[in-house]
């Protein structure tokens, strides 16, 4: 009798555990709304991406800047050279602009096009800083994080305006969705550990973005810059944590990038001034 | 058969008393009201359950065995019911963990393990009140077992007299 009814209980724990696998191999993100990047194709993608810059940051009338200088285009090349070279399959060819504003963060628009504020560059203490935060900013691109993000929150209806040609508020808004509004808490942690993993094939650190928010976190309360930064990239615990646990393959080895960064802040006090904050100074 | 191998007779209806059903039954319906008082926290049936069923234990052999199933059928579900909630308190308030395939599964097969464990809650309920005997499976001989198992009841006195000692 005993023997019989643990056979009845085995079977129990069988049936409900092929209804669990059952339930779990349903592909549910598919069953709920569309991802944007199901909607929106790279190509249209590209082209919103030139609508929006062409209307917002390179337009002749825009309020924030691009900075053009040699020394700073050459620094940024060098640094987004060494992730590019080692990035897979490229979604889109990557445009990378500095920003005149004191705000220390950066932004990835749709096309591939990352937005870095010169308060970015400022607040960075070395050029590995700067290559993990856009390491992470490209993950968003390649991951079509952005795209998903702007059809999520504005519809689908008013991306394609956008690219028919919209009118110029539509594309205000759309550019403050995609620089204001944060990503959801996955597409964080998935751009995170696309982060670490080009990190790690271009030869440099991936726990440097750990310490760059770890340094934000301690920072916060005394500059007001960071605020944005912080709003739009919660940097928790956990996120922290997911850096300084990553594991590197056997035979890593680390290969700064040869940059002088005091170089880049020097010219950063001459080609954005009023912008960067300087340190006050002891007498 | 041994002695200690055999069963109690399992009652019929026209044997029981009409409070040995509404109490068999209890067991049964205690499990629902506590559910819907104990959510989100699905320990508070199991809690409920077990206080009746230490009440009503020396009861007849009939509503023993009820809320005795009625008992150990809800252990594994509540357990279940428990992870998933801390599952989900990990997702939703923490946002330590993620939502992924295998929380949806574990979530709709709960949905199912529910609704069929409400099914048959009702339909032993009713059983129970008509003075049958329901047998859920594998909880339903288990508890036939521990109640009607003769063995189970017999209590042996401990032992007084032994051989001499220069023998043993």
């Known amino acids: 009798m005993k023997k019989r009814y643990w056979i009845d209980a085995a079977k129990l724990i069988v049936v409900f555990g092929i209804i669990w696998a059952a339930f779990a191999i349903i592909p549910w993100p598919s069953i709920h709304a569309p991802k944007g990047a199901d909607l929106v194709s790279i190509e249209r993608e590209k082209k919103l991406g030139t609508i929006l810059m062409e209307q917002s940051i390179l337009s002749p009338d825009a309020k924030e800047k691009v900075i053009h200088s040699p020394k700073l285009d050459s620094a940024i090349f060098i640094v987004t050279s060494r992730l590019l070279e080692h990035l897979d399959h490229p979604l889109f060819t990557y445009h990378f602009y500095v920003v005149e504003k004191k705000d220390v963060n950066a932004f990835t628009l749709p096309g591939g096009n990352i937005i870095i504020y010169s308060g970015l560059l400022d607040f960075c203490q070395t050029p590995e800083d700067l290559a993990a935060v856009l390491a992470h900013e490209i993950g968003h691109a390649q991951k079509r994080h952005v795209v998903t993000k702007l059809v999520n929150e504005l519809g689908l209806s008013i991306m394609l305006s956008v690219l028919s040609g919209g009118n110029s508020s539509i594309i205000r808004e759309v550019m403050r969705t995609a620089m204001s509004t944060s990503f959801s808490r996955d597409m964080e942690a998935e751009a995170d550990a696309f982060s670490f993993s080009l990190m790690e094939k271009s030869n440099l650190d991936p726990t440097t973005l750990s310490d760059f928010f770890r340094r934000m976190k301690k920072e916060k309360d005394n500059d007001s810059n960071l605020s944005e930064f912080l709003s739009t990239h919660p940097s928790n615990t956990d996120r922290i944590r997911a850096a300084l646990e990553y594991k590197t393959a056997a035979g890593f080895t680390i290969k700064p990038i040869s940059l002088d960064w005091s170089v880049v802040k020097e010219e950063l006090k001459k080609v954005a001034p009023t912008k960067v904050e300087e340190p006050a100074s002891e007498e | ?168």
């Open chain 2, 1 to 168: 058969m041994e002695e200690n191998q055999k069963y109690f007779p399992v009652p019929q209806p026209d044997e029981l008393t009409r409070k040995e059903k509404d109490d068999a039954m209890g067991g049964y319906l205690m499990m629902f009201a506590a559910l819907g008082a104990g959510l989100p926290l699905p320990i508070i049936n199991l809690i409920a359950s077990i206080i009746y069923y230490h009440m009503n234990k020396s009861n007849s052999l009939f509503v023993k065995f009820h809320t005795y199933q009625a008992l150990v059928s809800q252990i594994p579900l509540t357990l279940a019911n428990g992870v998933c909630v801390f599952w989900g308190i990990r997702i939703a308030i923490f946002h330590t963990w993620h939502v992924n395939n295998f929380f949806i599964g574990f979530a709709l097969m709960l949905l199912v393990a529910n609704i069929l464990y409400l099914v048959f809650g009702i339909i032993s309920a009713v059983k129970a009140s008509r003075g049958r005997m329901y047998y859920y499976w594998f909880f339903g001989p288990m508890a036939y077992e521990k109640v009607f198992l003769v063995a189970n009841h017999v209590v042996k006195a401990p032992a007084v007299n032994h051989p001499p000692k220069s023998i043993s």
